[in-house]
Each structure stands twice: as C-alpha cells, then as structure tokens.
C-alpha cells in the first residue's frame, strides 16, 4: 500500500478525491489517499504551498513532495524540505495559458478594445498591420513559454523568447542573458511574462527596462505579479509609453479593491485566471510521478532548488 497525503486548502480535497483515485487506479497504483496519514507513514505529499503544513521534518518516510501549483516559490525555499520537489506541469495549465495569451495578444493587434468602444456611428476604418508585422515577445521559455511561443508563430506572429540560458525553438528568434534581455525589450510591441518568480526575475520589468521598450508597446503579465515594478507601470501608462497593461498577476490577491490598477483605463485587470491546475488533467501527472517512485524512475519536473524552480 502506498500511503498519499493530499495536503491542501479543505476545499480542493472534494476537486481532487475522485479524480487522484481514478488517476492512481489508472496506473494501476495501490493507493492510500487521505487527508489525514501519520506524517511518519506517508509515502508522497500532493501539496499546495497554501497547505497549513509548513515543516516537512516529520514526514521522514516520504519519498517525494508533488505541488499541485505550477509555481513553486512558496515553498521551494522551506528549510524543512528535503524531499525532492515537483512543480506541477499538466495539459490544462498549458492549454488554459495558451488560450489566454493568444486571446489577449490577438485583442491587442487587432484592436478590438477601440472597436468595442466606438459604436458611436463614426465610421473610421483602422486597418492592423498583419501578424508577420507584429513584434511578441515572450520572457520565459519554459513548458508554458514554450507552449505561447508556439502557438503564436503558428498565427504567424514575428515571435521572440527570451530565456536565462540559451535555447532554439523553432521560428521563433531567441535571446538570453542581459544583452539578450535588453534587445527583446527593445524590439516587442506586445510583451508576454511568463517568468518564474525568483530573486534575479523580480521587478525585471522596472522604469529602466520599460525605457527599453518602443513607445506605445503593450504588457501581458500572466506569471508572477512581482515581476513588475507596480509604480513604474503606472508612471509608464501615464505618459502613454506604454498603451496598455493586461494583468493576470499580482503582488498581493485579491487584488485590493483600492488598488489603481482597478480604475485605471488602461489596465484590464483579469483575476489570476490565465492558467488553473485542473483537477483531471493534473491528477494523471501526480499519478505519473507516483509510479516512477514507485518503480525507482527519476521524477518528472523535478525543482532546480538553486534556480527555484
């Protein structure tokens, strides 16, 4: 028997019972899943860093802890953890990112926003330039980067990525480190951060990178909220150098209801939407995962501790 703790907010264990059962009798897997195991019997965390358990020390017979977020800052820095660590990679989380920033970054070129607010009986055609003439760039090319990236050169987007180590993706320009951050900015009309949140990545949007980027250029921000600098987005909207903000993310959620991205007329403000972990399609990950313990294969997704992610 295989003794799983689902470790997470009391809401989430009636998402996710039903479809980590099925999952683990899928893989054909004997499992014990509870909310409740003995620390000393448990043998896998399926873990949300919003969990109450935040000291891993007595969970000494566990063989791995297996986040349920895609994000793992919350807990990667935890002395306590020394299991080995798996962020959550999953077809839902990529397919939900993918839908929103396609739908976003197509919102944007085609202006859709101007149209929806001139049904005033004014006929003043704007013709978008083509995709193939509309710079994207895409900060972080990981799973979801990734994903993005390709699916806006599928549209024929001019796409570009930039990554802390050099990668190639195919049809899409590539950039990496600090000279490479500095010609993507240069060159994105609409900019996608899709970054972890780690000590070098926070505020890498700040006044001097907004500076960088051409004058009426457009930010999507489905990652992490402190990748910006708050007030020099402000200041940036203010004068128009940057037209228009498109936030999924913030440094404190709820967003507070007094917060100026709120009211200001150019920010949308999406509430932490863009990507979900989805109860059926992660469960086949963690599942996955318990198997490869099980059977003495390296885990999948597997947390750099040094990188954070």
């Known amino acids: 028997m295989i003794n799983v703790l689902f470790a997470a907010q009391p809401d989430r264990w009636a998402e996710y019972e039903a479809p980590l059962t099925a999952a683990f009798e899928a893989a054909d897997l ?58 959550m990679v999953e077809s839902g989380l990529t397919e939900g990112m993918v839908e929103w920033v396609t739908g976003h970054v197509l919102r944007h070129h085609l202006g859709i926003d101007a149209n929806l607010g001139a049904q005033n009986g004014v006929w003043e055609p704007t013709v978008p330039p083509l995709a193939r003439n509309r710079r994207v760039g895409i900060l972080g090319l990981g799973e979801l980067g990734t994903a993005c990236a390709e699916a806006l050169r599928a549209l024929n987007f001019d796409v570009a990525g930039w990554s802390r180590s050099p990668k190639d993706l195919l049809g899409v320009t590539t950039f990496s480190g600090k000279d490479g951050l500095s010609a993507i900015l240069g060159r994105s009309e609409i900019l996608i951060l899709l970054l972890p949140l780690t000590p070098d990545t926070t505020e890498i949007i700040d006044a001097v ?14 990652g992490r909220g402190p ?83």
């Open 30 to 87: 004997n499992v014990d899943l509870r909310i409740d195991h003995p620390p000393d019997e448990v043998d896998y965390i399926v873990y949300a860093p919003n969990s109450p358990i935040k000291d891993f020390k007595p969970f000494k017979r566990a063989k791995a802890v297996l986040n349920l977020w895609a994000g793992v800052e919350g807990v990667v820095h935890n002395p306590t953890l020394t299991q080995p660590l798996c962020r």
């Open 209 to 222: 990178a907004i500076e960088q980027m051409p004058e009426g250029a457009i930010i999507l921000n489905p």
């Open 227 to 309: 990748l910006i600098d708050d007030t020099a987005l402000l200041a940036a909207l203010e004068r128009g150098h940057i037209a228009h903000a498109t936030l999924d993310v913030f440094r404190k959620e709820p967003l507070p209801a007094d917060h100026p991205f709120w009211a200001h007329p150019n920010v949308t403000v999406t509430p932490h939407i863009a990507s979900a972990t989805r109860p059926q399609t992660s469960s086949l990950t963690i599942a996955e995962n318990v198997r490869r313990g099980e059977a003495g294969e390296p885990f999948l997704y597997v947390v750099d501790r040094e990188r954070a992610y």
